[in-house]
């Protein structure tokens, strides 16, 4: 199983911005797709962004879409979430998905 690894979670204000960090082997990043998604207190977890290993093509779903940006560094192997214009129901567990391997999770907490 590979090892996936988030970071960058935090406390953040309402309209406040955070990037979290996903860092996986190398081999993922040339042959697995990679995805973010979230899981709220008591909710199951869905689907944020995603970044196809065909073309590099990113998606964000609706509630993320126009405020969250996806992308990755083949270099560094590391993949982003970038947020902006947080608000409070964003709050949840950030979960980094490469090909079938999940990582443990990092906590964001919008609040005032």
């Known amino acids: 199983q590979e090892h996936v690894m988030e970071s960058g979670g935090g406390l953040v204000q309402p309209g406040g911005s955070l990037r979290l960090s996903c860092v996986a082997p190398?081999?993922?990043?040339?042959?697995?797709?990679m995805y973010w998604y979230r899981q709220a207190p008591g909710k199951s977890r869905e689907w944020v962004c995603s970044?196809?290993?065909?073309?590099?093509?990113?998606y964000c779903t609706d509630p993320y879409r126009g405020r969250f940006t996806i992308a990755k560094d083949n270099a560094k192997n590391t993949l982003y979430l970038q947020m902006n214009s947080l608000k409070l129901e964003d709050t949840g567990v950030y979960y980094c998905?490469?090909?079938?391997?999940w990582g443990q999770g990092t906590q964001v907490t919008v609040s005032s």
């Open positions: 970044i196809a290993i065909s073309d590099g093509s990113t």
């Open positions: 190398k081999d993922i990043f040339t042959n697995r797709n």
């Open positions: 998905k490469a090909g079938d391997s």
